[in-house]
């Protein structure tokens, strides 16, 4: 079986502008590939083009070598005006900022999917229901973002996505700009909506602890020019309990190995 | 819990308090007007008094409102007439940044332009009647919209649109998803200028030429020595800028609900 | 409708050659077609509705020469120059004494949001009766049209002064005199700068209008004697001479200001 999403030697700089040089490469030759199923999680230092990699990935951005396979067949441009965001609502998107539409209420936000895919019927919005409820939003769908938490946000956005269900989702440190304590719980609603279905993940994050916690496998990208330097498979058994991660065995010994692997 | 929405006793104490300036102001400003009156006679300056009267007996009879209807609809068309396009155009041209390029330095000179320097012109093109007021009030309005406009789209947030992109959104629900609510606060404050702006320019240009409206009145009740007629008519005018302020406002609460609330105009910042 | 995102990076990318000259053939051919626009009227309307360009700029050539343009210019500037004084004077210092008390402020607040809503041009017909025909009743309408939107201006640049730097000053233990100055006029020079946009083309642009009302030079004089004996040229001409001075005091105003304040980043600011 191929895999369902595949990355191959993909090199990225940003062009010459102003007639000043094209910038140097911020990714090259840079290959991995995301089974279907899979919860995949990327590591890398601040500034190691994580972001770019996803923003490439989900058609927001052009890549300027290599290419990318979705499904077996290839989805590359280079052409900023033929990219595709979201190609056809198949990759989902959860970004570092929660872009949630301020002049939506939380469920309005959560339903914006549904209604411009011309989706929205019972069976939705009971889903929609669901998901709200699972997160602990319940009471919170007619209170606008600016009313609501940080925490709070993160879920909506999160649900957002999940709602319409794409074939994968890739995150984008969804939950670095939130307290420690509230990113803990925000990892364990995560993975219990991930248990109740399996989506494919692909989660870009700088804190090791928290690609251990949640991933079946992690990448560890290095410094500019990036590139896979490192591939570790968690060796944690799920279900896992998010808050006490670090006593499970096996833990200690791959933080190790992947902080090793970490400039 | 608290109920929030009721004040504690030092803040409803201080807004008594508030209350109870606002009237000493006002009862200053009367007096200093009557002191006026009494000092300069009620040939030059009317007493509030008679303002007052006057003012009531020309609503009762309809004379007054009925002058005010002509302005006001002459202030409403044109800023109908000229606000519409002054919102729709930026919104359609998001996407053709050389159009508006092109646009540019004529809108910039328009803005700029003098457009009361133009009444005369319009009444040339128009004649004396509603049409050339409407004409006046329609470039008052179109550009002060249009620039607010403008920058309500510029300043959207990129990032709204690609993520709307992603769940699946096509370039027409972008427009009316994203673009035009995102626009909506920028919209507003170019109207909050333009219509107090558009029903100045009626009145001034019933001033220049007219035989109905506010500014018709004004002009008569000078040209008679009747010095309460002009100040009746003044004061009209300035409750129809209040009305539609006030209106706005209301607009404004309703559409604006989502917006986290922001302080008021002459705040103090202490 | 294809799908092609609507960032606006489009907008901000610089732009190329050829992209430039379709920018300026565009600008340049819409300039054509709007005086081509303005003799097709003066052809099918007539020079009653439409003077031909021609006509006008031959007028404009004539009061050029004879003195009457400059002359005209003059006065219309003298009396918005000095109205604008008297209020810019009023409009700085007003918000600056209330600033010391927000009772005060308070209290006036209704007050000033209200008669700022008066059409101050319609008090001109009773200031005729007052003062005559003379400058004097321009100047009051001049001034109370400029000192609202000084006032405002100031006000909110005071309370745009962002306080934490002056404490921050005072902790490093600078003195008062050095906090004025340093922090307080440049947090000011900016709002200095919007206000007098606004409002000085505004002060010439109310001078004119007053001149319609009452005058006996001036290029309001000017466009309303013409329109009164039906000259058509005439308005075109006094139109077109006080669309120019407006349009040139702004960019004046604009080149000093870009001079001024070359470290901000440009804004075109709304109109109040």
Do not use: C
């Not at chain 1, 990892?187 to 989660?203: C, H, N, P, S, Y």
């Not at chain 2, 009531?56 to 209807?69: K, M, P, Q, W």
Request: without cysteine; proline residues 6%; positive net charge.
């Amino acid at each position: 079986m191929s895999p369902l999403l595949e990355i191959k030697k993909l090199g990225k700089r940003f062009p010459a502008r102003h007639g000043r040089e094209p910038s140097p490469w911020v990714l090259q030759d840079l290959s991995f590939s995301v089974a279907e199923g899979e919860f995949l999680t990327i590591v890398g230092p601040s500034g190691a083009g994580k972001s770019t990699l996803l923003n490439i990935i989900a058609q927001t951005d052009t890549a300027s070598a290599g290419e990318i396979l979705l499904g077996g067949a290839s989805v590359t441009t280079r052409d900023p005006r033929a990219l595709k965001p979201g190609i056809e609502r198949r990759i989902g998107y959860v970004t570092q900022d929660d872009n949630l539409l301020p002049w939506r209420s939380t469920i309005d936000n959560v339903l914006f999917a549904l209604e411009v895919q011309g989706k929205l019927d019972d069976a939705s919005r009971a889903r929609a229901e669901k998901l709200i409820q699972a997160v602990g939003l319940a009471g919170f769908e007619t209170y606008y973002p600016h009313e609501l938490s940080g925490g709070m946000r993160k879920r909506t956005a999160l649900i957002r996505t999940l709602v319409y269900d794409p074939p994968i989702i890739l995150m984008d440190e969804p939950f670095a700009a939130v307290d420690a304590q509230t990113r803990t719980q925000l990892q364990a609603d995560l993975l219990r909506l991930w248990e109740m279905g399996r989506k494919t993940i692909v989660f870009v994050t700088h804190d090791i602890t928290e690609a251990i916690a949640l991933g079946d496998r992690a990448l560890v990208l290095s410094k500019q020019p990036s590139r896979i330097a490192a591939e570790h498979t968690i060796p944690i058994p799920r279900p896992r309990n998010v808050k006490d991660i670090f006593a499970l065995p096996g833990f200690a010994a791959t933080y190790e190995k992947i902080r090793a692997d970490v400039q | 819990m608290i109920d929030a929405t009721a004040p504690s006793p030092p803040v409803r104490a201080s807004r008594r308090r508030t209350h109870l300036d606002h009237l000493l102001v006002f009862a200053i400003i009367i007096a200093l007007w009557s002191l006026a009156t009494w000092h300069f006679g009620t040939y030059w300056v009317s007493s509030p008094w008679a303002v007052a009267i006057r003012f009531v007996e020309t609503v009762a009879s309809g004379e007054l409102l009925r002058h005010a209807g002509y302005t006001l609809s002459e202030a409403a068309l044109g800023t109908l007439i000229g606000g519409v396009p002054a919102v729709l155009l930026p919104l359609l041209l998001r996407r053709h940044p050389v159009v508006v390029a092109i646009l540019d330095p004529f809108m910039v000179g328009g803005y700029g332009a003098p457009k009361l320097a133009f009444a005369p012109l319009f009444i040339v093109w128009f004649g004396i009647g509603m049409e050339s007021k409407v004409a006046l009030v329609v470039t008052v309005v179109f550009f002060i919209v249009y620039f607010a406009t403008l920058n309500g789209v510029r300043a959207l947030d990129a990032r709204l649109v690609q993520t709307a992109q992603i769940l699946g959104a096509s370039e027409r629900h972008v427009a009316r998803s994203i673009v035009l609510p995102a626009a909506i606060p920028s919209i507003f404050a170019g109207f909050r200028i333009a219509v107090p702006y558009g029903i100045a320019a009626a009145v001034i240009a019933e001033l220049i030429s007219a035989n109905r409206g506010l500014g018709y009145l004004v002009q008569n009740g000078a040209m008679n020595f009747d010095t309460t007629g002009v100040f009746v008519a003044v004061l009209m005018a300035t409750l129809l800028v209040q009305a539609a302020i006030s209106i706005m406002n209301a607009m404004e609460k309703r559409l604006l609900r989502w917006r986290p609330p922001s302080e008021p105009w002459l705040e103090t910042g202490t | 409708m294809t799908d092609v995102p609507a960032t606006m990076a489009d907008v901000a990318s610089p732009p190329t050659a050829s992209r430039k000259w379709l920018i300026h053939g565009g600008r340049a051919a819409l300039a054509l077609a709007l005086i081509a626009g303005w003799e097709y009227g003066a052809r099918t309307l007539g020079p009653l509705f439409f003077a031909p360009p021609i006509e006008t700029a031959q007028r404009l050539w004539a009061l050029a020469v004879n003195g009457q343009m400059l002359s005209d210019i003059m006065a219309t500037l003298r009396v918005a120059v000095a109205g604008f004084a008297i209020a810019g004077i009023f409009g700085v210092i007003l918000p600056f004494l209330l600033r010391r008390s927000p009772r005060a402020t308070e209290a006036v607040e209704p007050a000033v949001l209200f008669t700022m809503g008066i059409p101050k041009y319609a008090l001109a017909p009773w200031l005729i009766l007052w003062f005559g025909i003379g400058d004097m009743p321009k100047l009051v309408v001049v001034t109370l049209v400029v000192f609202y939107i000084v006032f405002i201006t100031t006000f909110a640049g005071i309370r745009g002064v962002d306080r934490r730097l002056i404490s921050m000053a005072r902790v490093i233990g600078a003195s008062e005199r050095r906090i004025a100055r340093e922090i307080i006029w440049t947090s000011l020079l900016p709002f200095f700068f919007t206000g007098l946009k606004i409002a000085f083309p505004r002060a010439v642009s109310a001078t004119i209008v007053g001149e319609f009302l009452v005058s006996t030079q001036g290029v309001g004089r000017y466009i309303e004697g013409a329109r009164q004996v039906s000259d058509t040229t005439g308005v075109f001409a006094g139109v077109v001479i006080a669309l120019a001075l407006v349009l040139a005091i702004n960019a004046v105003l604009n080149g000093i200001e870009r001079w001024a304040l070359r470290w901000q980043p440009v804004e075109r600011e709304m109109e109040l």
